[in-house]
Nanobody, 126 residues
Framework: QVHVAGSGGGLVQAGGSLTLSCTAS????????MAWFRQAPGKEREFVAA????????YYADSVKGRFTVSRDNAKDTVYLQMNSLKPEDTAVYYC???????????????????WGQGTLVTVSS
């Protein structure tokens, strides 16, 4: 059974850091792009960051560029989102997602991801 699970959320003060992790199991992790999306209360889900299957290409939303870093460890079937200089507006439920097709990436489009984790809450206090 294919499964994607994110973790690492919590409460942090503005300016602080947090690292999210996401583990995918049940298929060849290293063939699929991975991404992070987030959804703040009352808002639509939005793209945060993505990484290609090899890790050679990364993509970021303008709002997090320079503060967040996406990476992956294919040996551990895990993707990470390192979040620095957090702001209250980063408060949201963060979802990891796995690409729907192997060796393919349409980084910014949620429909290109076929598997989603359950979400992990990040709260940034001012």
């Amino acid at each position: 059974q294919v499964h994607v699970a994110g973790s690492g959320g919590g409460l942090v003060q503005a300016g602080g850091s947090l690292t999210l992790s996401c583990t995918a199991s049940g298929r060849s992790f290293n063939k699929y792009a991975m991404a992070w999306f987030r959804q703040a209360p009352g808002k639509e889900r939005e793209f945060v960051a993505a990484i290609s299957w090899s890790g050679g290409n990364t993509y970021y939303a303008d709002s997090v560029k320079g503060r967040f870093t996406v990476s992956r460890d294919n040996a551990k079937d895990t993707v990470y989102l390192q979040m620095n200089s957090l702001k209250p507006e980063d408060t949201a439920v963060y979802y990891c997602a796995a690409g729907a097709r192997p060796y393919s990436i349409d980084a910014y489009t949620s429909k290109s991801y076929g598997l989603w984790g359950q979400g992990t809450l990040v709260t940034v206090s001012s």
